[in-house]
Each structure stands twice: as structure tokens, then as C-alpha cells.
């Protein structure tokens, strides 16, 4: 269905109406200010979004300056719902209870000054509610007329206000299951976490005995070395303390004699006669001749 020509959106996603095509607190407001001899009807910019997952709506009207009473300034007002259609409502409603607590006096001589006050404890509005007798006159058909249409306006608004807590109900309660859910997948998640790190844990303490145990066999090790080398250097210290012996006295080597001295010799031995004994000479043989010798 098309948007009638006094509604449209803009590029930002705002909607922009005067409201008067339909039924409601929006057309009773622009007729009581028809009355009052306004010429331009209030318009309403509403935008919709969400809120942590609530769908809800602002709507922001302004009733115009009054075309020739200065006094009569400009009337804004901005209120938020949770849709268009009753949020709208919402503000026209507000600015009528604006509009008659600013002009008290101009809105007790018609139907509109009957609408409910903002104050409880107004004076003037219960002083009108208890004296109607002018409106009984010329403005009987009127009042009843308008006091109908408020009636019937006011139901309609009631339904839109059921409708729109309806479906905030229905946006906690499915907020309520996702949270729900993941509150579960947490609690889940969160066991297989302990359980992961109570291995890992596990996993570490028995890394950390196992190198414990290999620092253990290391020390020992390190320890019995370090005995052998006290040892060692007890041994060493001992063998610098012992007293250091006289070196022996190095007796020089007899000196070969010279074979031509000995050559020499033999000339002279054999100038002489002497007999040369031959190497086959023993002294057995000559032992045994000297025998033969006796036995002469």
C-alpha cells in the first residue's frame, strides 16, 4: 500500500507526516488548534531503531508559532516508543496536554480544555470539569462529539500500547533464551576449560618430576667429580711438598780409538816377530798342549 502524499521517508530512514490520515490524537490536536486559528498543522519526524535488542521508535513534532499572537510560542515535544503508529500517537497526545497547560484560559471555552491535565492538582481544570454548564449550550453537540472521539481514540491507543508491549514481551522472552543458552554454553565451555588445564597441569607436574629427577642424577654426578678432583689436587699438593733430589752426574762417553793407532800397532807387533794369535785360538787348546807338555 502506498504512503499517503502527507507521509515520507527521507534518506536517513526518517519518517515525516502531519498524521491526519487516520483517526486518532494527531487530527484532534490540529482540530482544536484549527480553532485557535492555526493555519499550519504540526509535523511529526519519527525514526525507528533498536536498543540492545529492543526495537524502539522516537518521534519529535513542533506545534507552529501562532500566526499573529506572539505570545504564543512554538511547542515541541519528543517522546519515545516502541513503534511508529503508537509513539506518534504518544507525542500528539503530549502536545495537547502542553497546549492546554499553556493556554489554560483559551482552552476552557472548548471541548479540548476537558482532555486531561498534566497536573493532578490543577484548580482551574477541576473548577471547568465541575462547571460545564457553558458547553451544555451552543456546545453540547460538541463536547459530547469530541468526548465520543476521545473516548474512541483513546481505546484505540490502549491497543496500540497492548500491541506494542506484546511484542516487547516477546523480544525479553527471546532475549531471555539466548541468554539463557549462552549461559549454558558457558558453564560448558568453562568445564572443558578446567578440564583442559587440570591435564595440561598434570602434563606439567610430571615434566617438572621427570627434570627433577635428571637435576637429581646431574648433582650427584657433579658432586663425585668434584671429590675426585679434591683428590686430585691433594695429590698434587703432596707431590710439591716432597723434596727434589740431586740430579746424577752425566759421566762422559769413553772416546773410540782411532783405527790407524791400532793398525799401527799391529805393523810394529808383526816388525818384531811377534806372533799374530789367530782368532781360532782358544785357551782350551793351549791349556791342552801345556797337558801334552807334562806328559813328556
Excluded at 525507528?48 to 526495537?55: K, L
Excluded at 511508529?84 to 497526545?93: H, I, N, S, W
Excluded at 492538582?121 to 462529539?145: K, P, Q, S, Y
Excluded at 762422559?252 to 799401527?264: A, K, L, Y
Amino acid at each position: 500500500m502506498a504512503a499517503p502524499s502527507n507521509a515520507f521517508w527521507d534518506q536517513e530512514g526518517h519518517f515525516h507526516t502531519n498524521a491526519l490520515h487516520w483517526e486518532g490524537f494527531p487530527r484532534l490536536l490540529w482540530e482544536s488548534l484549527s480553532l485557535f486559528h492555526h493555519t499550519e498543522p504540526p509535523q511529526y519526524d519519527g525514526v525507528e531503531y533498536h536498543e540492545e535488542g529492543v526495537p524502539r521508535c522516537r518521534v519529535k513534532m513542533i506545534i507552529p508559532q501562532h500566526p499573529f499572537r506572539s505570545s504564543w510560542h512554538p511547542i515541541e515535544v519528543e517522546v519515545v516508543g516502541y513503534r511508529l503508529v503508537d509513539t506518534l500517537e504518544t507525542a500528539a497526545l503530549e502536545a495537547i496536554k502542553l497546549f492546554c497547560n499553556q493556554h489554560p484560559t483559551e482552552a476552557a471555552a472548548y471541548p479540548i480544555g476537558l482532555f486531561p491535565t498534566i497536573d493532578p492538582g490543577n484548580l482551574e481544570w477541576n473548577f471547568w470539569t465541575e462547571h460545564l454548564g457553558h458547553m451544555l449550550g451552543d456546545l453540547a453537540e460538541e463536547t459530547v462529539r469530541s468526548i465520543t472521539r476521545f473516548m474512541d481514540v483513546q481505546h484505540h491507543y490502549q491497543i496500540l500500547l497492548r500491541h506494542s508491549m506484546s511484542q516487547l514481551t516477546c523480544a525479553a522472552q527471546s532475549h531471555y533464551r539466548n541468554a539463557d543458552r549462552q549461559v549454558t554454553q558457558i558453564v560448558e565451555l568453562q568445564a572443558l576449560t578446567i578440564l583442559h588445564r587440570e591435564d595440561q597441569i598434570n602434563e606439567s607436574d610430571h615434566i617438572i618430576t621427570q627434570r627433577d629427577t635428571v637435576i637429581e642424577f646431574l648433582q650427584a654426578q657433579i658432586h663425585d667429580l668434584i671429590l675426585d678432583a679434591d683428590e686430585v689436587q691433594a695429590h698434587l699438593e703432596e707431590l710439591q711438598q716432597q723434596p727434589i733430589l740431586p740430579a746424577a752426574p752425566v759421566m762422559p762417553e769413553e772416546e773410540e780409538e782411532d783405527p790407524e793407532e791400532i793398525e799401527g800397532v799391529s805393523e810394529l807387533d808383526s816388525e818384531h816377530g811377534d806372533p799374530v794369535l789367530s782368532p781360532y785360538h782358544s785357551s782350551s787348546g793351549s791349556q791342552s798342549s801345556v797337558g801334552n807338555f807334562d806328559d813328556f
